[in-house]
């Protein structure tokens, strides 16, 4: 059974003339890492308000159609019930933090919920471990870098054990490096834990290896929807305000002069190894 | 003239973000400003509009130390675009907001619409003439930021984090201006994390580290230095990073750019036939 599936879900905010989005159908199976992409103001960060029911519940405006996450429709659910099943990460990390300590905010959607303190204490503790920040622990969230407070709020998110986390552009307020540790660590959760990832970027150069599917969106609409290496290939007009690779645009560039990699490579270790490929095979 | 001489800069709770920086930025010139977060970059061009004073040394803009002169005045000549556009938007529409300026500066009515016309055009916002800034989306209210500031037409343009939650299309266009702008005369220094824009656009890049200047000169020298690139938690442009792969096959490790890439690769394939 489908963990995301909407069914012609349509959603206007309060006295907005027209709608964010229109009769979106989403199937996402568990499991998935989806990316989820588009030019600004395509609809995206509406799509993660609504996963975990801060639309309509917080937003209230017009939804339409029906959308069930986790087993259960958004529209019937209360927002905390549905935090259980659905992390959702912002953009800005300060928006998310507040404790005086790492630990105390990442245990503080547990203490909400009533868990024992045994169980907090473990879950706690486990999270803060598998992103790296354990060693943070006793620390202030607002002296940390900003890597280091994305990594907090991702921990605080997984204490909650959802079986979806869902991240709106995550990363596009760090340093470049910091950037791909984020990745690495949503990519990890993904890979070991099975938990499926629901990932807003403009930027896919660091993010598309991970991701089984991309999706692009565009004025409230899907315009695309499939494997990276597929989407990529399609007509650009299609990819108007997508940040495609460069790597994958030297691919496009060389098949223009009739070069041939084997395929489209999603990062830079993947296009050197098939350039080198490609030369062996001219060699022989 | 950007004259900055030995700047050390304590900010009150005791942080010590400049440790002796000099540099100079002649009129005209298009210089990029890299480096990780808390590396200094900002509390460095805050000290080109005068936000921020020298705690020791001088900043000197045309030869006139910024101690000298209120901010008020040295925005004139120096527009400073901040990272986070809510900082700087306030005003009830877009348009009041790209006029609150050009009406302090005391520019008459005439220019004062064509200016906002122009600037609403250039950005792409006429359609949002009439709306709060603050109905509009992240990227479109930094372009309001951006429009507001290019309306009273400084000659030294700073942009924070321009790139920050651009779509590709508006990085684009942002290049495109930019370049456009810096054509035309105008010294544009830009604080960024975005190695593939600065890649594409190729300015003089100031790298920062702990309060001072590490290294200065040219986009693809500084840039491909894996050295570098480390101390400044950046990492190798992308096909910076498929070539250093490449290097054991005979190419080059300081490539930059997407043709130069195909050229290079083109070259080896047909040079062998």
């Known amino acids: 059974m489908a963990i995301i599936e909407a069914r012609d879900l349509t959603y206007t905010y309060p006295f907005a003339e027209k709608p964010a989005f229109k009769n979106i159908n989403l199937r996402i199976e568990k499991g998935e890492f989806v990316l989820l992409t588009g030019p600004s103001g395509c609809g995206k960060t509406t799509i993660c308000r609504c996963l975990n029911g801060l639309i309509p519940h917080f937003y209230g405006g017009k939804l339409e159609g029906e959308l069930t996450v986790a087993g259960l429709k958004t529209t019937e659910h209360a927002i905390y019930e549905i935090a259980k099943h659905v992390g959702l990460v912002f953009q800005n990390p300060e928006n998310q933090l507040f404790a005086l300590t790492v630990e105390k905010d990442v245990a503080f959607g547990l203490e909400n919920l009533g868990v024992p303190r045994d169980e907090i204490r473990r879950r706690v503790d486990w999270a803060l471990k598998i992103t790296g920040i354990y060693e943070l622990r006793h620390r202030a969230p607002f002296e940390l870098s900003g890597g280091q407070q994305q990594r907090v709020a991702i921990a605080s998110v997984l204490a909650m054990q959802p079986e979806i986390i869902v991240l709106d552009e995550p990363t596009s307020s760090l340093d470049p490096l910091s950037a791909k540790n984020i990745l690495e660590v949503i990519h990890q959760l993904n890979r070991d834990l099975g938990i499926t990832i629901i990932l807003v970027e403009h930027r896919l150069d660091l993010a598309s290896r991970y991701a089984n599917r991309v999706i692009v969106m565009r004025d409230g609409r899907i315009v695309l929807d499939g494997e990276p290496r597929r989407i990529f290939l399609q007509r650009e007009t299609k990819l108007i305000g997508v940040g495609i690779p460069k790597v994958v645009r030297l691919y496009l560039s060389l098949r223009e002069d009739g070069v041939n990699l084997n395929k489209v490579p999603l990062s830079p270790e993947e296009a050197s190894q098939l350039i080198a490929e490609a030369l062996m095979l001219d060699r022989s | ?273």
């Open chain 2, 1 to 273: 003239m950007i004259e900055v001489e030995n700047v050390y800069f304590t900010y009150p709770n005791g942080v010590k973000a400049l440790k002796g920086v000099s540099l100079k930025i002649a009129d005209g010139e298009f210089v990029a400003i890299m480096g990780q977060n808390g590396a200094g970059k900002t509390t460095l061009v805050k000290h080109f509009n005068g936000l921020l004073k020298p705690t020791k040394g001088r900043v000197l803009i045309d030869g006139v130390d910024t101690r000298q002169v209120s901010v008020a005045k040295l925005s004139r000549k120096v527009g400073f675009v901040f990272q986070n556009p809510d900082h700087q938007l306030f005003s009830e529409t877009v348009e009041d907001e790209i006029s609150f300026a050009l009406k302090n500066f005391r520019f008459d009515e005439k220019i004062i619409r064509e200016r906002v016309d122009w600037a609403l055009n250039l950005l792409d916002l006429v359609q949002y003439r009439k709306v709060s800034p603050f109905m509009l989306s992240g990227g479109e209210r930094k372009r309001v930021a951006l429009a507001s500031v290019l309306a009273w037409d400084p000659k030294i343009i700073i942009l924070d984090e321009p790139t920050l939650g651009q779509d590709s299309y508006q990085k684009e266009r942002l290049r495109q201006f930019i370049i456009q702008m810096n054509q035309q005369g105008k010294t544009v220094i830009i604080v960024t994390h975005d190695i593939e824009f600065v890649v594409e656009c190729e300015p003089r890049v100031i790298l920062m580290a702990n309060g001072r200047i590490i290294a200065d000169g040219e986009t693809r020298e500084i840039l491909t230095d894996p050295e570098l690139i480390n101390r400044s938690s950046l990492i190798l442009p992308e096909i910076t990073q498929v070539f250093t792969n490449l290097n054991d096959l005979g190419f080059p490790r300081n490539v930059i750019g997407v043709y130069e890439a195909k050229r290079l690769i083109l070259e080896r394939i047909n040079g062998r036939t």
